[in-house]
Protein backbone atom coordinates (compact mmCIF):
# COMPACT_ATOMS: atom_id res chain seq x y z
CA UNK A 1 0.00 0.00 0.00
CA UNK A 2 0.86 3.67 -0.07
CA UNK A 3 1.69 4.15 -3.96
CA UNK A 4 2.46 7.43 -5.43
CA UNK A 5 2.80 8.08 -8.83
CA UNK A 6 3.91 11.04 -10.86
CA UNK A 7 3.47 11.37 -14.51
CA UNK A 8 5.33 12.47 -16.91
CA UNK A 9 8.96 10.43 -15.50
CA UNK A 10 10.64 12.56 -17.28
CA UNK A 11 10.04 15.17 -19.90
CA UNK A 12 12.00 17.85 -22.49
CA UNK A 13 11.02 21.20 -23.64
CA UNK A 14 11.96 24.45 -25.28
CA UNK A 15 12.18 27.49 -23.09
CA UNK A 16 9.20 29.72 -22.50
CA UNK A 17 6.37 26.93 -22.43
CA UNK A 18 4.45 25.25 -19.81
CA UNK A 19 4.93 21.63 -18.32
CA UNK A 20 2.23 20.30 -15.70
CA UNK A 21 3.46 17.16 -13.61
CA UNK A 22 0.85 15.17 -11.76
CA UNK A 23 1.12 13.21 -8.27
CA UNK A 24 -1.43 10.75 -7.75
CA UNK A 25 -1.80 8.59 -4.54
CA UNK A 26 -2.84 5.20 -5.69
CA UNK A 27 -4.08 3.42 -3.12
CA UNK A 28 -4.59 6.06 0.01
CA UNK A 29 -6.43 9.74 -0.08
CA UNK A 30 -4.08 12.42 -0.08
CA UNK A 31 -5.13 15.09 2.54
CA UNK A 32 -1.53 17.03 1.85
CA UNK A 33 1.17 16.60 -0.83
CA UNK A 34 4.58 18.03 -0.98
CA UNK A 35 6.33 19.57 -3.59
CA UNK A 36 10.26 19.07 -3.79
CA UNK A 37 13.29 19.90 -6.43
CA UNK A 38 16.27 18.86 -6.43
CA UNK A 39 19.02 20.06 -8.12
CA UNK A 40 21.83 17.95 -8.90
CA UNK A 41 24.17 17.20 -6.14
CA UNK A 42 21.77 18.86 -3.87
CA UNK A 43 19.45 17.86 -1.00
CA UNK A 44 15.76 17.87 -1.37
CA UNK A 45 13.97 21.52 -1.18
CA UNK A 46 10.41 21.86 -0.47
CA UNK A 47 9.05 24.18 -2.72
CA UNK A 48 5.16 23.81 -1.48
CA UNK A 49 2.44 22.43 0.71
CA UNK A 50 -0.69 21.65 -0.47
CA UNK A 51 -3.80 20.81 1.54
CA UNK A 52 -6.75 18.94 -0.97
CA UNK A 53 -9.23 21.96 -1.29
CA UNK A 54 -7.27 25.25 0.07
CA UNK A 55 -4.39 27.44 -2.19
CA UNK A 56 -0.90 25.67 -1.65
CA UNK A 57 1.35 27.21 0.92
CA UNK A 58 4.93 27.92 -0.89
CA UNK A 59 8.16 28.25 1.05
CA UNK A 60 10.36 31.32 0.95
CA UNK A 61 11.93 31.98 -2.58
CA UNK A 62 9.37 29.82 -4.11
CA UNK A 63 7.56 31.91 -7.14
CA UNK A 64 3.38 31.07 -6.59
CA UNK A 65 3.18 32.78 -9.59
CA UNK A 66 5.36 30.50 -11.88
CA UNK A 67 4.99 26.96 -9.83
CA UNK A 68 1.30 27.02 -9.98
CA UNK A 69 -0.27 23.79 -7.49
CA UNK A 70 -3.29 22.25 -7.87
CA UNK A 71 -4.95 19.48 -5.32
CA UNK A 72 -8.26 19.42 -6.20
CA UNK A 73 -8.85 16.00 -5.35
CA UNK A 74 -7.84 13.73 -2.53
CA UNK A 75 -5.88 11.50 -5.29
CA UNK A 76 -3.99 14.18 -7.23
CA UNK A 77 -2.37 16.83 -7.02
CA UNK A 78 -0.68 18.88 -10.02
CA UNK A 79 2.71 21.06 -10.38
CA UNK A 80 3.00 23.59 -13.47
CA UNK A 81 5.93 25.06 -14.18
CA UNK A 82 4.57 28.19 -16.44
CA UNK A 83 7.18 29.59 -18.89
CA UNK A 84 10.19 27.32 -18.29
CA UNK A 85 13.60 28.17 -18.52
CA UNK A 86 17.03 26.33 -18.28
CA UNK A 87 17.36 27.14 -14.79
CA UNK A 88 13.94 25.42 -14.21
CA UNK A 89 16.05 21.83 -15.56
CA UNK A 90 15.41 19.78 -12.03
CA UNK A 91 14.30 16.60 -10.62
CA UNK A 92 10.79 17.52 -8.84
CA UNK A 93 9.34 14.82 -6.71
CA UNK A 94 5.81 14.79 -5.05
CA UNK A 95 4.94 13.17 -1.61
CA UNK A 96 1.75 12.74 -0.15
CA UNK A 97 0.89 12.23 3.30
CA UNK A 98 -2.35 10.58 4.87
CA UNK A 99 -2.99 12.67 7.71
CA UNK A 100 -5.40 10.47 9.40
CA UNK A 101 -3.93 6.91 9.22
CA UNK A 102 -0.41 8.34 9.93
CA UNK A 103 -1.47 11.10 12.38
CA UNK A 104 1.42 9.96 14.66
CA UNK A 105 3.96 9.68 12.30
CA UNK A 106 3.55 12.54 9.21
CA UNK A 107 5.07 9.72 7.18
CA UNK A 108 5.24 10.85 3.45
CA UNK A 109 5.39 8.72 0.64
CA UNK A 110 7.02 9.55 -2.10
CA UNK A 111 6.97 9.79 -6.04
CA UNK A 112 9.69 8.27 -8.26
CA UNK A 113 9.91 11.64 -9.39
CA UNK A 114 10.19 13.76 -13.10
CA UNK A 115 13.41 14.82 -14.41
CA UNK A 116 12.37 18.01 -16.35
CA UNK A 117 15.26 19.41 -19.17
CA UNK A 118 14.43 22.61 -20.62
CA UNK A 119 16.37 23.54 -23.50
CA UNK B 1 24.14 27.89 7.88
CA UNK B 2 21.87 25.04 6.51
CA UNK B 3 19.42 23.69 8.89
CA UNK B 4 20.53 19.87 8.09
CA UNK B 5 24.16 19.78 7.91
CA UNK B 6 26.23 16.44 6.78
CA UNK B 7 29.29 14.57 6.55
CA UNK B 8 30.63 15.80 3.06
CA UNK B 9 31.30 12.82 0.75
CA UNK B 10 32.01 11.04 -0.98
CA UNK B 11 32.89 8.14 1.24
CA UNK B 12 34.49 5.28 -0.11
CA UNK B 13 34.67 1.51 1.62
CA UNK B 14 35.71 -1.72 1.07
CA UNK B 15 32.86 -4.37 1.57
CA UNK B 16 32.39 -5.66 4.42
CA UNK B 17 33.39 -2.18 6.37
CA UNK B 18 32.05 -0.07 8.73
CA UNK B 19 30.48 3.57 8.06
CA UNK B 20 29.35 6.07 10.10
CA UNK B 21 27.58 8.96 9.13
CA UNK B 22 26.76 12.21 11.46
CA UNK B 23 24.26 14.93 10.98
CA UNK B 24 23.44 17.97 13.05
CA UNK B 25 20.66 19.94 12.78
CA UNK B 26 20.34 23.43 14.43
CA UNK B 27 16.04 24.09 15.31
CA UNK B 28 15.74 22.78 18.33
CA UNK B 29 11.91 22.59 17.44
CA UNK B 30 12.52 19.15 15.10
CA UNK B 31 10.38 16.23 16.48
CA UNK B 32 11.21 13.40 14.57
CA UNK B 33 13.97 12.42 12.61
CA UNK B 34 14.82 10.02 9.78
CA UNK B 35 17.51 8.80 7.40
CA UNK B 36 16.90 8.07 3.70
CA UNK B 37 18.52 6.54 1.09
CA UNK B 38 18.64 8.09 -2.42
CA UNK B 39 20.08 5.68 -5.52
CA UNK B 40 20.95 7.69 -8.70
CA UNK B 41 18.17 9.64 -10.20
CA UNK B 42 15.58 7.72 -8.03
CA UNK B 43 13.25 9.25 -4.80
CA UNK B 44 14.35 9.32 -2.10
CA UNK B 45 13.37 6.05 0.55
CA UNK B 46 12.54 5.65 4.06
CA UNK B 47 15.88 3.79 5.56
CA UNK B 48 14.82 4.04 9.40
CA UNK B 49 13.46 6.56 12.00
CA UNK B 50 15.24 7.41 14.72
CA UNK B 51 14.78 7.59 18.36
CA UNK B 52 16.28 9.04 21.38
CA UNK B 53 17.18 5.56 22.91
CA UNK B 54 18.66 4.65 19.69
CA UNK B 55 17.50 2.23 17.51
CA UNK B 56 18.74 -0.91 14.90
CA UNK B 57 17.24 -2.54 11.83
CA UNK B 58 19.85 -5.21 11.07
CA UNK B 59 23.51 -3.80 9.89
CA UNK B 60 21.49 -0.58 10.71
CA UNK B 61 22.07 1.42 13.79
CA UNK B 62 20.87 5.16 14.65
CA UNK B 63 21.09 7.61 17.54
CA UNK B 64 20.20 10.83 18.09
CA UNK B 65 21.32 12.77 20.76
CA UNK B 66 18.55 15.39 21.04
CA UNK B 67 20.62 17.77 23.70
CA UNK B 68 23.49 18.73 20.93
CA UNK B 69 21.21 18.01 17.98
CA UNK B 70 23.07 15.15 16.54
CA UNK B 71 21.94 12.36 14.73
CA UNK B 72 24.30 9.22 13.39
CA UNK B 73 23.75 6.26 11.48
CA UNK B 74 25.95 3.28 11.38
CA UNK B 75 26.01 0.58 8.64
CA UNK B 76 28.42 -2.44 9.73
CA UNK B 77 29.32 -4.72 7.61
CA UNK B 78 28.98 -3.05 4.36
CA UNK B 79 27.42 -4.68 1.35
CA UNK B 80 27.63 -3.35 -2.21
CA UNK B 81 24.19 -2.60 -2.80
CA UNK B 82 25.11 -0.01 0.06
CA UNK B 83 26.08 2.10 -2.45
CA UNK B 84 24.05 4.83 -2.18
CA UNK B 85 23.51 8.87 -1.13
CA UNK B 86 22.36 8.51 2.84
CA UNK B 87 20.14 11.31 3.77
CA UNK B 88 19.53 12.66 7.41
CA UNK B 89 16.22 13.67 7.57
CA UNK B 90 14.56 16.11 10.18
CA UNK B 91 10.15 16.88 10.56
CA UNK B 92 9.51 20.19 12.10
CA UNK B 93 5.82 21.32 11.75
CA UNK B 94 5.17 18.36 9.17
CA UNK B 95 7.41 19.49 6.97
CA UNK B 96 10.36 17.23 6.46
CA UNK B 97 13.45 19.19 6.11
CA UNK B 98 17.01 16.97 3.93
CA UNK B 99 20.34 17.22 4.70
CA UNK B 100 22.72 17.61 1.64
CA UNK B 101 23.64 13.80 1.81
CA UNK B 102 26.59 11.57 2.07
CA UNK B 103 27.71 9.69 -1.31
CA UNK B 104 28.72 5.96 0.06
CA UNK B 105 30.06 4.44 -2.40
CA UNK B 106 31.26 0.40 -1.49
CA UNK B 107 34.45 -1.61 -3.43
CA UNK B 108 34.54 -5.25 -3.94
Known amino acids: GAVVSQHPSWVICKSGTSVKIECRSLDFQATTMFWYRQFPKQSLMLMATSNEGSKATYEQGVEKDKFLINHASLTLSTLTVTSAHPEDSSFYIC???????????????FGPGTRLTVL | RKEVEQDPGPFNVPEGATVAFNCTYSNSASQSFFWYRQDCRKEPKLLMSVYSSGNEDGRFTAQLNRASQYISLLIRDSKLSDSATYLCVVNRGGKLIFGQGTELSVKP
Open chain 1, 95 to 109: SARDVFRDLKTDTQY
